[in-house]
């Protein structure tokens, strides 16, 4: 398995409470992801990296932060969150080299339920 | 422009038979397209994945066939497993990047 790991595992919280899930790479790799997976929806794409401090939006962005401080880590923050955020969070990572496409790696995922 | 589409939802094969997923997509600028496999409890992982350049690609059992001109392609597993029974998606990007993901599909393999 790629050195993907995403904390914490499994999440409940309330509606309104700020949540952080933490994404750790040890691959190095340049390019990160947060996905959500619903069912019926396959993934869709909250945010991405592509370096250090650099982010941009996916197609399910909002209500969604993120931040990326350090290449190892990419940090997903729902600042107030609602409960059509229940849902399984994956954190992804791949790498381009020479023009050619490398696969994306998925982490193991982050159930979180808001009540 | 951006949706994929797959189908079908879900998948019932005997064990040794065909299992046949198609996805179709809008955006004549997708240049790559990824199967994924997910078994449950574990996130997706790549089973094989195709360029527009060509038609057809096969690894072991399974085999994507791509019609650029339809925009469309379709997962074929030979031989079906019951170790195959997991939930598939099928996926579109550009340039490697920002992927988007067809719904899935959950084939069962049965023995």
């Known amino acids: 398995d790629a050195g993907i790991t995403q904390s914490p595992r499994h999440k409940v919280t309330e509606t309104g409470t700020p949540v952080t899930l933490r994404c750790h790479q040890t691959e190095n790799h340049r390019y990160m992801y947060w996905y959500r997976q619903d069912p019926g929806h396959g993934l869709r794409l909250i945010h991405y990296?592509?370096?250090?401090?650099?982010?941009d939006k996916g197609e399910v962005s909002d209500g969604y932060s993120v931040s990326r401080s350090k290449t190892e880590d990419f940090l997903l923050t729902l600042e107030s969150a609602t409960s059509s955020q229940t849902s399984v969070y994956f954190c992804?990572?791949?790498?381009?080299?020479?023009?050619?496409?490398?696969?994306?790696?998925f982490g193991p995922g982050t159930r979180l339920t808001v009540l | 422009q951006q949706q994929v589409k797959q189908s079908p939802q879900s998948l019932i094969v005997q064990k040794g038979g065909i299992s046949i997923i198609n996805c179709a997509y809008e955006?004549?600028?997708?240049?790559?397209f990824p199967w994924y496999q997910q078994f449950p409890g574990k996130g997706p992982a790549l089973l094989i994945a195709i360029r527009p350049d060509v038609s057809e690609k096969k690894e072991g059992r399974f085999t994507i066939s791509f019609n650029k001109s339809a925009k469309q392609f379709s997962l074929h597993i030979m031989d079906s497993q019951p170790g195959d029974s997991a939930t598939y998606f099928c996926a579109a990007s550009k340039y490697g990047q920002n992927f988007v993901f067809g719904p899935g599909t959950r084939l069962s393999v049965l023995p």
């Open positions: 955006n004549t600028a997708f240049d790559y």
């Open positions: 992804a990572i791949s790498e381009t080299v020479g023009g050619s496409y490398n696969e994306q790696f």
């Open positions: 990296s592509y370096g250090v401090k650099d982010t």
